[in-house]
């Protein structure tokens, strides 16, 4: 499996913003969906964002109007900028290549995760 490296966590306060990084270390990721997700503690995973290889995006609805996913097939980089955060924000948050070129919300349809990268919003 292509392993995924998140970058790029941290605190902030609320309201404020954070660009997460998730990099790729060959090129082989560029065919795959991608897929952005995050879980609290104590919580189930939750979908954020995903984005096809040619650029199609989808949020869930919470994150609808704050979080944009976006890839740079360039440097095998994959970001998500978000806005807005608040304190139910923080969570560890995960990158993953999805089974193919077709973006799925369910985290079962995505392989080769990440470690993670901590947000704190407080």
């Known amino acids: 499996h292509v392993q995924l490296v998140e970058s790029g966590g941290g605190t902030v306060e609320p309201g404020g913003a954070l660009k997460i990084t998730c990099a790729a270390p060959t090129d082989s990721y560029k065919a795959y969906c991608l897929g952005w997700f995050r879980q609290a503690p104590g919580k189930e995973r939750e979908g954020l964002a995903i984005i096809s290889p040619y650029g199609k995006t989808k949020n869930a609805e919470t994150v609808e109007d704050r979080f944009t996913v976006s890839r740079d097939n360039r440097k095998n980089t994959l970001y998500l900028q978000m806005n807005g955060l608040k304190p139910e924000d923080t969570a560890m948050y995960y990158c993953?290549?999805?089974?193919?070129?077709?973006?799925?919300?369910?985290?079962?349809?995505?392989?080769?995760w990440g470690q993670g990268t901590q947000v704190t919003v407080s």
């Open positions: 993953a290549r999805g089974l193919s070129s077709f973006c799925y919300r369910s985290s079962t349809q995505y392989d080769s």
